[in-house]
């Protein structure tokens, strides 16, 4: 019979003496991810773990992986891994198992090659005995293959990057990159419980993705209620790139800067500034004024700009690839005066709702203020006028269909009482706040994806709390569920077409 998940991963442990996160297998994630964890046991080794029906598979990797397609590393399977392991760094006691200091050496997301689609598990590969995986991590990117060799008592496997574009014969990532993805520290940091920033002294240089980036003032503090300073803030950043990453990659970037705190003036900077490091990308964006922004693609580039005192991060619905044409459709809910964000709630649902009977999936995040945020996933060609004319037409049937909590007009004499939504936001030259994004209120509030169960029962239990999540919560929620808005990235859908939509009276409630 087989074991329970994670039952021998528990039987190793004593949870009292280690830190070690006990964690629970999540089967039915979203996130394909994966973790590099450089590990000085006994032997220092490397352990590379894939996310796979709600636990790590894992395998030590005694030399670490290489990018030359010669190298066959030797990979010996071990015990399944909680998922809230990917973000565990620390030393483990003497006398326990594993005992020794582990790093988080470099971690991303993976897409199965072998199956993609709905059933994207990598668990009957691995039963079949042959992986091949494309990472998307800080260190580690392009596509791999594990291959068992020997099964049994003795079974052993082969890590081997395969011939890409990021193959290279003389590039070793183990020899030249040997900091934590999580913290920036070494090996030797972590072993010896430095921190890895500090507000004494001031200034810092950080080693991120094999860059250099100088942090300055960081014990200013920029939200004075909870002395929440300018560590915390880069701090939550480096924590939180590889979920919030996906949904920055190649999108021109405006920053909403803050640099005396959130209770002073800010400004909002297009123009990537002129001092920005060499190795930041910048996008040419706009029709008659074309500006050069900001393009954060890795986790140096979101440390950069956060020490920037950039505590709101606002993307285009476009990428670099092509500027006009948006990957998504977004429905902003702001309540007006005498109502707050469980109105949103009943509105989002209602929308989500009417969106389903058209055969479109919805994501929903908080705005990290009073409202929510509603994404329709694109990523077909579609141009804004087309996403535009949508969104316009789907909010004025909402209003249509419920005069008593909808506006779509942005006059205040009309709000009160009502939920606006605000389809104005799909357009070429406007932003919206990224998933992940602090944002600049008297708390460290995020604008933070959930799920439609949990916008439920937040209504159910009429508890607008559970819709304010602050930063420690969100990294607390991402180590345990992953990124609930990874589709946002990658689900193709295609727009129905208006005329018809509007004519089938069926898609809305209480019409016959």
């Known amino acids: 019979m087989k074991g329970q998940p994670l039952e021998e991963y528990k ?10 996160p006990a964690g629970e297998a999540r089967p039915g994630l979203h996130a394909s991810s994966f973790v590099v964890q450089k590990h000085a046991a006994r032997r220092l080794h490397y352990d590379l773990r894939l996310e796979s029906d709600g636990v790590m598979k894992s395998w030590a990797v005694p030399k670490g992986p290489s990018m030359n397609p010669r190298d066959k590393r030797l990979a010996v ?52 005995g042959h992986v091949e995986v494309l990472l998307e991590g800080e260190k580690l990117k ?12 003795d079974e052993t496997w082969l890590l081997i990057k395969m011939r890409d574009k990021e193959a290279s014969d003389d590039y070793n990532p183990v020899a030249t990159l040997d900091t934590s993805v999580l913290s920036g520290r070494s090996l030797e940091d972590i072993s010896a419980n430095k921190g890895y920033l500090s507000a004494k002294p001031p200034d810092r240089r950080l080693n991120l993705d094999g860059r250099e980036v100088k942090l300055t003032n960081l014990d200013k503090v920029l939200y004075p209620k909870t002395r929440f300073t300018k560590a915390d803030v880069v701090n939550y950043y480096i924590a939180i790139a590889p979920y919030m990453l996906p949904h920055l990659r190649k999108r021109p970037l405006t920053l909403k800067r803050y640099p005396n705190g959130v209770k002073e003036s800010y400004f909002y900077e297009k123009r990537c500034p002129p001092h920005h490091p060499d190795w930041l990308t910048t996008i040419k964006a706009g029709k008659t004024k074309p500006v050069n922004y900001c393009s954060v693609d890795d986790r140096a580039s979101l440390v950069w700009v956060a020490n920037l005192a950039s505590l709101e991060l606002h993307p285009m619905l476009s990428r670099v690839e092509d500027v006009e044409r948006p990957t ?15 109105d949103c709630a009943e509105v989002a649902l209602n929308l989500r709702n009417i969106l389903t009977r058209m055969g479109l999936e919805s994501f929903i995040k908080t705005s990290g203020g009073k409202g929510l945020h509603l994404y329709i996933p694109l990523n077909t060609p579609a141009g804004f006028d087309e996403s535009k ?3 316009h037409a789907v909010s004025l049937l909402m209003k249509r269909f419920y005069p008593d909590k909808v506006v779509s007009n942005m006059r205040k004499v009309l709000r009160e009482g009502k939920v606006l939504l605000d389809w104005s936001q799909n357009d070429d030259h406007k932003t919206t706040v990224c998933a992940y994004s602090l944002r600049a209120h008297e708390r460290p509030y995020v604008s933070t994806p959930l799920s439609w169960k949990e916008l439920e029962t937040a209504l159910q239990k009429r508890d607008a709390k559970l819709l304010q999540l602050e ?15 990874a589709p946002v990235a990658t689900l193709e859908q295609e727009l129905p077409e208006i005329a018809r939509t509007a004519k089938r009276p069926s898609i809305f409630p209480n019409e016959s």
């Open 11 to 20: 039987k190793k442990r004593h949870f009292e003496r280690t830190p070690e």
């Open 77 to 128: 399977p071990t015990e399944d891994h909680p998922l809230s392991y990917a973000d565990f760094e620390g030393n483990i006691p003497r006398g326990e198992y594993g005992a020794g200091t582990v790093q988080v050496w470099d971690r991303g997301l993976y897409v199965n090659l072998k199956r993609q689609g709905e059933d994207n598990s990598i668990a009957r590969d691995i039963r079949d």
């Open 142 to 153: 392009g596509r791999f293959a594990l291959t068992r060799v020997r099964e049994g008592k």
């Open 328 to 342: 998504l459709v977004a429905f902003d809910l702001d309540p007006g005066p005498r109502i707050d964000v469980l």
């Open 389 to 391: 004319e949508f969104s």
């Open 471 to 485: 930063a420690e919560q969100v990294l607390e929620r991402v180590r345990e569920l992953g990124d609930l808005f």
